[in-house]
């Protein structure tokens, strides 16, 4: 490999090295038709967009098919519809039936309601399957003793009245059916008035 002087304006002479590639030029740059490098993939937007399929699956999927339940010991019942549980964290909660409407504390069979909930689930280990919360605080859902909706229970022992009509499971509205058919509970005397009719009444008598 040789050297060639290059002679510069200034009287010195620059060494050019004919051993240099081919098609790079004295800088280190390749010579020819400018091609561009391959831009790194842009990640973060691929992130972005899997985070908003994620979140557009997630709406999809109705509301009721994410149940959030708790589980405890039924430690106190207040009445025909609403009661007390101690969960795994040691924490006391208030749980309301959903469904359903047991009668107010001054009404017919109001005692006997309470009773039959006590029968039911006192001192037991249940599951609330969480449907919403209380106007007032706690949990409002259906709750599970020893294989039982007790929800059901309370209406077919004649004990509660279905709260949503029509029923969003069939099984309150056939259960309610015969249990009026059989007179029993309060449907043994006739006339008798739902709780939330009762609840109207007693509000006009204050005012």
Do not use: C
């Given at each position: 490999?040789?050297?060639?002087?290059?002679?510069?304006?200034?009287?010195?002479?620059?060494?050019?090295?004919?051993?240099?590639?081919?098609?790079?030029?004295?800088?280190?740059?390749?010579?020819?038709?400018?091609?561009?490098?391959?831009?790194?993939?842009?990640?973060?937007?691929?992130?972005?967009?899997?985070?908003?399929?994620?979140?557009?699956?997630?709406?999809?999927?109705?509301?009721?098919?994410?149940a959030?339940?708790?589980?405890?010991?039924?430690i106190?019942?207040?009445?025909?519809?609403?009661?007390?549980?101690?969960?795994?964290?040691?924490?006391?909660?208030?749980v309301?039936?959903?469904?359903?409407?047991?009668?107010?504390?001054?009404?017919?069979?109001?005692?006997d309601?309470?009773?039959?909930?006590?029968?039911?689930?006192?001192?037991?280990a249940?599951?609330?399957?969480?449907?919403?919360?209380?106007?007032?605080?706690?949990?409002?859902?259906?709750?599970?003793?020893?294989?039982?909706?007790?929800?059901?229970?309370?209406?077919?022992?004649?004990?509660?009245?279905?709260?949503?009509?029509?029923?969003?499971?069939?099984?309150?509205?056939?259960?309610?059916?015969?249990?009026?058919?059989?007179?029993?509970?309060?449907?043994?005397?006739?006339?008798?008035?739902?709780?939330?009719?009762?609840?109207?009444?007693?509000?006009?008598?204050?005012?």
């Amino acid at each position: 490999m040789t050297a060639s002087p290059m002679r510069l304006g200034s009287g010195k002479t620059l060494l050019s090295d004919s051993s240099q590639p081919a098609g790079r030029s004295s800088q280190g740059l390749r010579s020819g038709p400018f091609r561009p490098a391959a831009l790194p993939a842009n990640r973060p937007t691929r992130v972005r967009l899997r985070s908003m399929l994620t979140l557009l699956v997630t709406l999809a999927i109705p509301a009721g098919a994410i149940a959030d339940s708790i589980t405890g010991q039924a430690i106190a019942v207040l009445d025909g519809d609403t009661f007390e549980i101690r969960d795994s964290a040691n924490t006391i909660q208030r749980v309301r039936l959903s469904l359903i409407d047991a009668p107010e504390k001054h009404q017919d069979f109001s005692s006997d309601s309470k009773i039959s909930l006590t029968e039911l689930i006192q001192g037991k280990a249940v599951r609330v399957d969480i449907a919403g919360t209380g106007q007032h605080g706690g949990w409002i859902g259906k709750v599970w003793v020893d294989g039982l909706d007790a929800n059901l229970e309370q209406i077919k022992r004649g004990m509660a009245w279905i709260l949503a009509k029509p029923s969003p499971d069939p099984r309150y509205f056939d259960a309610e059916k015969d249990a009026r058919m059989a007179r029993r509970g309060i449907w043994s005397k006739d006339g008798a008035v739902p709780p939330w009719e009762y609840r109207n009444l007693e509000i006009r008598w204050r005012e």
